[in-house]
């Protein structure tokens, strides 16, 4: 297992790579070029700069979050093969600096979605929060102003503004597209994709939807294990895995969360993780929460073991935390209490392996 951290580079984070160093145990980023308009290639030159802030500080920069898709791709537009060739030739230029994992999303028009950035909880900390209810009375419009409102002026990941300025032609665009056609789609894209990262040594690992169904009347197709296979089948491939993220799939309390890392692990199609907590609050809601077992719903202990169990190589990250100490910055990413959960998630993993080697 590699503990690592997500950094959004250096004019992006308010958070210094000198500060991530400094947590215990964190050897590597899950870094990004967050001024990346999705489709475009990255250029060698961006990437030699990223790579060689996160080297500087003793940190290592493996895993590369997000290569975004183009929408045309999954709307399956006849422009769909120009971006296409821009991310694999992307793929490359990440290779020649040493990036081993793409971890990337397929979701419609929304990457990650809440009804609120900052829910102020009983002790004062802040949270992300999701009410479906809350959604239902709103357009897609109303969701992506208010959360605009709520950043802070921060850029939010998967919330790209050149492509939300063009929110309801793209929503028309989706009117007719099934899940079958996302899905049929998303295998045209892995089929060029994955014989390039087999040629230069990278792995695909996708992201699930979050939350975990459909949203606005689109189709959301990596919600639960049926839909994991089916996309780990779309391309026969090792390169062609899965980055689980806990919190996401967690989302939906029909998850079985230990068992969907030892079945995929066993399988070796989990190439990174994201290990965060959430409390079910009823029916399409919850929060975000402390990732200790005893504060959310999800049993992080259960989870651990299973990665040490069935995957142990993997890359891991704490994922998004409250608000705590006064700390203003990115919603879902502060230093602190993401610093907590990586000390957290590495005090259990500490557990099951001195408890593996007693059996």
């Not at 002790?123 to 409102?149: F, H, W």
């Not at 029909?254 to 009823?282: K, S, T």
């Amino acid at each position: 297992m590699k503990m690592t951290f997500r950094w959004y580079g250096e004019d992006a984070d308010p958070i210094p790579l000198q500060y991530i160093r400094q947590i215990p145990g964190i050897t590597g980023i899950m870094g990004t070029l967050d001024f990346m308009p999705a489709g475009e290639l990255w250029s060698k030159e961006d990437i030699k700069a990223l790579v060689g802030q996160v080297h500087d500080n003793a940190l290592e920069c493996e895993v590369i979050e997000s290569v975004n898709v183009h929408e045309d791709i999954k709307l399956g537009l006849d422009t769909r093969d120009g971006y296409i060739d821009n991310y694999c030739q992307t793929i490359r230029h990440l290779a020649e600096f040493g990036v081993k994992v793409v971890v990337y999303n397929f979701m419609p028009v929304f990457d990650w979605l809440r009804t609120e950035l900052a829910h102020e909880n009983p002790d004062g900390s802040t949270c992300l929060y999701y009410d479906d209810a809350e959604i239902q009375q709103m357009t897609p419009r109303d969701i992506v102003n208010k959360t605009a409102e709520d950043s802070d002026g921060l850029t939010l990941p998967g919330w790209e503004p050149e492509r939300l300025a063009r929110l309801d032609e793209v929503m028309e665009l989706y009117a007719n597209v099934s899940h079958d056609d996302l899905r049929d789609n998303w295998r045209y894209f892995l089929e060029r994709v994955i014989p390039v990262c087999e040629e230069v040594g990278v792995k695909m690992a996708v992201h699930p939807d979050d939350p975990a169904w459909d949203l606005f009347g689109l189709p959301r197709v990596c919600t639960s294990r049926d839909d994991l296979d089916k996309i780990v089948n779309l391309v026969d491939s090792p390169a062609n895995g899965l980055c689980v993220c806990c919190g996401s799939l967690g989302s939906n309390p029909d998850n079985d969360l230990p068992a969907i890392y030892e079945e995929f692990g066993r399988r070796g199609r989990i190439h990174a993780a994201h290990l965060r907590n959430v409390r079910h609050l009823g029916p399409g809601k919850f929060q975000e929460a402390q990732h200790l077992s005893s504060d959310g719903s999800l049993d992080m202990f259960r989870i651990v073991r299973a990665i040490h169990t069935h995957c142990p190589d993997i890359y891991i990250r704490p994922d998004h935390g409250r608000m705590i100490w006064g700390e203003k910055g990115r919603p879902g990413y502060p230093l602190y209490d993401r610093a907590l959960g990586a000390v957290y998630l590495q005090g259990l993993w500490e557990a099951v392996e001195k408890m593996s080697r007693q059996t």
